[in-house]
């Protein structure tokens, strides 16, 4: 997919209001994601992602995207990723989450807004403010 202009400070934005819910998803077991991917029960990470998610905002803004990998190799450190939508009022941000032992990292795959403006740092600006109306506790969201 060819990454939109403007991603990297949305991909800022969305990693800040979603890092205490990547705590919550690293208190579940490493072997569990990897179970539940291999086994396709997407089901299962909907679940926990939901959980996580309704800690921190409002119900049905953070969703698992029914999609993940388990990347486990005896070579390289295991990492975790899963397709998350973050959907708050007038946006809908389509990316993927990438867990780690000691980091994670968001990439921001599309982004699509109700009623785009044509000027992308106004939808910048729109995304960080919805996002921020979205979220139940205060995060870093600037």
């Not at 089901?43 to 119900?59: K, Q, R, T, W």
């Not at 450190?77 to 990316?95: C, H, K, M, S």
């Not at 980091?103 to 921020?132: G, H, Q, S």
């Amino acid at each position: 997919m060819i990454r939109q202009d403007h991603v990297e400070p949305r991909e800022i934005i969305v990693a800040e209001a979603i890092q205490n819910v990547v705590s919550e998803l690293r208190m579940v077991d490493l072997a569990d994601y990897v179970a539940f991917l291999r086994m396709g029960r997407i089901g299962n990470i909907s679940d926990i992602v939901d959980s996580a998610a309704e800690l921190y905002f409002m119900p049905g803004t953070l969703r698992f995207g029914h999609g993940g990998e388990a990347h486990v190799y005896w070579s390289n450190p295991p990492r975790i990723v899963l397709d998350l939508e973050l959907r708050p009022r007038g946006a809908t941000i389509y990316f993927t989450l990438a867990l780690r032992e000691k980091d994670a990292a968001v990439e921001v795959n599309y982004v699509a807004f109700d009623e785009p403006a044509n000027d992308p740092l106004e939808n910048t600006n729109f995304l960080r403010t919805a996002i921020r109306e979205a979220a139940i506790l205060p995060s870093s969201v600037g």
